[in-house]
DNA sequence: AGTTGTCAGTTCGTTCAATGAACCTGTGGA
DNA sequence: TCCACAGGTTCATTGAACGAACTGACAACT
């Protein structure tokens, strides 16, 4: 639970919903699940979240309906995890998150945009297109790395996300 | 801060954006705020929060520039807390977290919708009007109470939100 | 056959934040 | 004079996060 107990006497589907997705760490995972990241360990290196509270965040998700964990390899047996339908809901959630992040929090300079695939243009916080007003699907997302991103060379994620990419599609993350 | 140190290292605008609103209890104060609450001890009663927890988050969103703290009577000092403009633009973070929870959390009722004041029909997650399809300006959002909801008689910020009520106009609380 | 490496965890001692009850301060009103 | 109120502060207890170490199943190399 986020909050609490008394997180269930609220009378709010704000209150509802952050006690699924308001944890510490939560979002920035479904975050990185957008982003096409979907193993424990990229999830791991990248968030540099500790191991067991990424495992019991991955467990609450999955509860929740918002990843699903799926059988990618039998031997020996490894899972990955992926947005469900309800996970891919939360878009409209992350993309006016980030747009504030970028506008309103003093000293966060252009790290990665969210741009219309179509366009090139951004998005603006009700997930509108910049230039041609359409509300874009998340489909046609294309995550884009800013002037002011640190390449983090030793993250294989993040050198992944070098890369323009579109969001949830499979990131291609190298292996070693 | 929401997830500890390591938030600073996060580079993204989601991470820096939940660094300052992604703290328990800080988007539930600033939703309160968009109702129309202003003051400590309507927080205080109608969230359930511990006081020290609630001095704190008045604080950081004082702070992070999201709440303004003013003076409304000098003797004795009392100050109330309103949404600044870049509160206000927590708007669309606001709505689609409201939106999610409604649509994807397992046994939320109709609690409470926002609805369009013009044409009195539902908001999307993106915030456009499901009648007129036009992204509504906050201004002109309408709380209104929904049938599943618990009207909660000891607690005067429940009552007052009982009837529809515009958003970021002052709630008409009675004081005993 | 033994060693090394990878992936996905579990365990556990320490630290830090949330909780809730009690207390404090300045003031106005009965 | 005594009480209530608004807006806090203080403090002991609980619980969650942190991070380092360890585990277990397997593959690949030597």
Redesign the interface.
């Known amino acids: 639970m986020?909050?609490?107990k008394?997180y269930a006497?609220?009378?709010?589907?704000?209150?509802?919903?952050?006690?699924?997705i308001?944890e510490?760490?939560t979002?920035?995972i479904v975050?990185d699940a957008f982003y096409g990241v979907t193993r424990y360990n990229d999830f791991l290196t990248h968030?540099?979240?500790p191991r067991a509270v990424l495992v019991a965040r991955l467990r609450s998700l999955e509860e929740?309906?918002v990843l699903d964990r799926r059988r990618y390899q039998e031997s020996p047996p490894r899972d990955e995890y992926v947005l469900t339908e309800?996970g891919v809901?939360?878009w409209?959630?992350?993309?006016?998150?980030?747009?504030?992040?970028?506008?309103?929090?003093?000293g966060?300079p252009t790290?990665?945009s969210f741009v219309h695939a179509d366009c090139g243009a951004k998005l603006d916080?009700?997930?509108?297109c910049t230039a041609c007003g359409r509300?874009v699907p998340v489909e046609d997302v294309l995550l884009v790395p800013g002037r002011d991103?640190?390449p983090?060379p030793g993250n294989p994620v993040?050198r992944a996300l070098l890369k323009p990419h579109r969001l949830l599609t499979r990131l291609d993350v190298e292996r070693g």
């Open positions: 986020a909050l609490g008394d006497h609220q009378h709010c589907s704000v209150a509802r919903a952050l006690e699924v308001g510490r760490w979002l920035l975050r968030l540099g979240i929740a309906g309800r809901a939360l409209p959630v992350l993309l006016s998150l980030g747009t504030w992040g970028t506008a309103h929090v003093d966060v790290l990665r916080p009700h997930g509108q509300v991103l640190d983090e993040s």
